[in-house]
């Protein structure tokens, strides 16, 4: 699993990397309550708007970590977007994107480096 | 405002220790939430009772011959009609009959009337209010002063064994009683919707005050999240998004802001827009809005009609945990207000059906008679 700054965490399997948002980022906006995730088919640049995840309080954009097509979309977050907060590592991820830049990922983080840079906020 | 520059309520301490989630809100530094929640603060104060600090608000005496009578220049209530040991909302209003702020006045006592008006309005309420008062009557800023509120359906027994007296009032009633071995002020009122107190201490016993209610069980300290989300399903405005310069009292849906005597004398700033809105002639209203789909509709979505033509706005609006959905307050002309009708609210430039519903939008408790 690798991460962003932005709390986003991408596992890659073949060229397809899942996406979703970090225990601490699901954390920090308490209980989700809507959850919006892209629509198969469509093109994301790495940064860019990927998914909104809402809590009581506040709307929040989720950034595609890397490039690439949405293949997968977690319909389930639909009906149940409380798993964003059980399980934001699993079950709560948002898309599955195919990439089409795949050394984009040399710059985001492991896990190491992501727990290091939780340590300076 | 800088972040050193915010100011603290003596609560300050007690939050960070419970670990709350402090953000700056009206000039202090305010809890937002505590470990718990949004979600389940909201649901606490619901079910059990929430102790809010909201010390930021603005207390002040009003003391003169008659400060009713002053204070009248510039607010839409009877205040001379309020009688002792009663608390009465108001708006605080501009010559075009615009809201400067919305207050609440009591007289817990025989020391003139007591006021609370929102915190980020205070310094400028109070600039205004000397003014019009001035040679007439005085202000006095309660500075000393802590404000809490224990709300929801167990603050009644909770309460009653600190201030036997609260048991005795009802809804909007004041009192001054010595309590927790101090002077306190309490009404029963609040801004979730649910039965409640607002309880106004000397700020050097607020934090031991505010440890002794938690000390019961029933009672859980809640943030402003909670707050706000509760005053939404209770369909309460919130001054500076429902409420500004602009919009009038009629408007925004509180015509009881305007008291009887005011309007058969028309005797109030803005006289002249407001008896013709109460007369029926309105550009547009409050509407409150049951999202039926899609994305909470937040402040600035707009609302469209039926047919996506754009006739208003979202000025509050977020998931209503006890009311299980998103719902909205906005503005839109008086021909749309039309219950039960659909509207739409564009949130990320998607039209999403919604459907005009009354308000409050979760039933409010208020207790009316004993």
Same mark, same amino acid.
């Given at each position: 699993m690798k991460f962003t700054k932005d709390h986003e965490w991408v596992e890659v399997a073949g060229d397809v990397a899942t996406v979703g948002i970090t225990a601490y980022a699901a954390e920090q906006l308490g209980d989700v309550v809507f959850v919006e995730v892209p629509e198969v088919g469509k093109t994301v640049k790495q940064g860019e708007a990927l998914a909104v995840v809402e809590s009581v309080k506040a709307a929040s954009d989720v950034y595609a970590p890397v490039s690439g097509e949405v293949v997968e979309a977690n319909e389930t977050l639909g009906d149940s977007p409380e798993t964003v907060n059980a399980a934001p590592e699993a079950g709560g991820w948002f898309a599955k994107v195919k990439l089409n830049n795949p050394a984009e990922l040399n710059a985001l983080m492991d896990r190491d480096a992501y727990e290091a840079f939780l340590g300076t906020l | 405002m800088s972040e050193q520059d915010l100011k603290k309520t003596p609560l300050y301490d007690a939050h960070v220790a419970a670990g709350a989630r402090m953000v700056p809100f009206a000039g202090y530094h305010m809890p937002v939430q505590y470990k718990d929640g949004v979600l389940k603060e909201h649901l606490w104060t619901r079910e059990h009772a929430g102790l809010f600090d909201v010390s930021h608000m603005g207390q002040a005496r009003l003391r003169g011959d008659n400060p009713a009578k002053s204070f009248e220049k510039l607010v839409s209530a009877d205040y001379q009609g309020l009688k002792p040991g009663k608390q009465r909302y108001a708006v605080l209003l501009n010559a075009e009959g615009g809201v400067i702020d919305d207050l609440m006045t009591a007289r817990p006592d025989?020391? &003139?009337?007591?006021? *609370?008006?929102?915190? +980020?309005?205070?310094?400028?309420?109070?600039?205004?209010? #000397? $003014? +019009?008062?001035?040679?007439?009557?005085?202000?006095? @800023?309660?500075?000393? @002063?802590?404000?809490? #509120?224990?709300?929801? /359906?167990?603050?009644?027994?909770?309460? +009653? %064994?600190?201030?036997?007296?609260?048991?005795?009032?009802?809804?909007?009633?004041?009192? #001054?009683?010595? #309590?927790? &071995?101090?002077?306190?002020?309490?009404? !029963?009122?609040?801004?979730?919707?649910?039965?409640?107190?607002?309880?106004?201490?000397?700020?050097? $016993?607020? +934090? !031991?005050?505010w440890n002794t209610l938690l000390e019961d069980e029933r009672v859980?300290?809640?943030?402003?999240?909670? !707050?706000?989300?509760?005053?939404?399903?209770? =369909?309460? /405005?919130?001054?500076?998004?429902?409420?500004?310069?602009?919009?009038? /009292?009629?408007? %925004? =849906?509180m015509p009881f802001a305007v008291g009887k005597s005011r309007r058969e004398a028309g005797d109030y700033l803005g006289a002249d827009r407001i008896g013709k809105e109460l007369a029926g002639d309105l550009k547009r209203v409050r509407v409150n809005l049951k999202v039926l789909e899609g994305a909470p509709a937040r402040e600035g979505a707009e609302i469209a009609d039926a047919d996506g033509a754009v006739i208003g706005k *979202?000025?509050?609006?977020?998931?209503?945990?006890?009311?299980? =959905?998103?719902?909205?307050? =906005?503005?839109?002309?008086?021909?749309?207000?039309?219950?039960?009708?659909?509207?739409?609210?564009?949130?990320?430039?998607?039209?999403?059906?919604?459907?005009?519903?009354?308000s409050p939008f979760v039933p409010t408790r208020y207790v009316r008679k004993l």
């Open positions: - | 025989d020391d &003139g009337l007591f006021i *609370v008006v929102n915190g +980020a309005c205070k310094d400028n309420d109070y600039k205004i209010i #000397a $003014e +019009a008062l001035a040679g007439e009557a005085t202000v006095e @800023r309660l500075e000393d @002063r802590a404000l809490l #509120a224990l709300q929801g /359906p167990e603050a009644a027994p909770v309460l +009653a %064994a600190h201030i036997p007296e609260a048991a005795n009032m009802v809804f909007m009633d004041s009192a #001054a009683v010595t #309590a927790f &071995g101090t002077d306190v002020l309490i009404s !029963r009122s609040g801004y979730t919707g649910e039965d409640g107190y607002e309880i106004s201490v000397p700020s050097t $016993e607020a +934090a !031991r005050i859980k300290a809640i943030g402003l999240g909670a !707050r706000d989300s509760l005053r939404l399903e209770a =369909g309460l /405005p919130l001054y500076g998004h429902d409420m500004d310069e602009t919009v009038s /009292p009629i408007e %925004a =849906g *979202v000025t509050s609006g977020g998931f209503g945990p006890s009311f299980g =959905g998103a719902i909205a307050i =906005g503005f839109v002309p008086p021909q749309y207000n039309v219950v039960g009708s659909e509207l739409k609210v564009i949130v990320r430039g998607k039209p999403q059906k919604a459907e005009v519903v009354t």
